[in-house]
């Protein structure tokens, strides 16, 4: 699969911290931001053409967090991402599962203290580029149904992994 994420190792891009969970399901939401331009013209079909051949993605994401992550959270997002302003690299779930990619908070996250101490995050996440299948991959994926998409990554396994970790060759 092709990953739109392939760029993210760069040095200077803070890490999504491991002790910290991942956004929970309730409330997850992607919705891909326009990325055209318009033109009406006086007669004739409008013209529409690309602004760029990046997308950028919002995510309504939210976390629980006890209040030990809390700080560390909030630290994070103040020190390593500058308060939000910086790109980071996290998982997060689209089509092909859960998958690292570069984001960074579309403004300020909200908390509220829920009964037991912990803590809830909400926020908005920008993201750019979500993995997707190739222009290959969608037109198998077409014309063979879904499933070919789990068949193209059990052989991509077997081939590059279980087969080179064998002596074949």
């Known amino acids: 699969m092709s990953t739109g994420a392939s760029n993210i190792t760069g040095a200077s891009l803070a890490i999504w911290p491991d002790t910290l969970p991942l956004p ?3 409330g997850y939401a992607l919705s891909a931001q326009p990325n055209t331009l318009r033109t009406e013209l006086e007669a004739g079909a409008a013209r529409v053409r690309l602004r760029s051949q990046a997308l950028i993605y919002k995510v309504q994401a939210q976390w629980r967090f ?8 909030d630290a ?3 020190h390593q991402l500058r308060q939000g302003v910086a790109w980071f690299a996290m998982p997060l779930t689209a089509g092909l599962g859960v998958q690292l990619v570069q984001a960074r908070f579309a403004g300020a996250w909200d908390s509220e203290l829920l009964i037991g101490g912990r803590w809830q995050v909400k926020a908005q996440l920008e993201v750019q580029d979500l993995p997707r299948l190739s222009l290959d991959e969608t037109q198998v994926a077409s014309a063979l149904g879904p499933a070919a998409i789990d068949i193209g990554n059990r052989l991509h396994a077997w ?6 970790a064998t002596d074949y060759w």
């Open 24 to 26: 929970r399901v309730d």
């Open 66 to 73: 006890s209040p030990e992550a809390f700080a560390v959270f």
């Open 159 to 164: 081939l590059h992994e279980s087969l080179a």
């Open 76 to 78: 994070w997002w103040f």
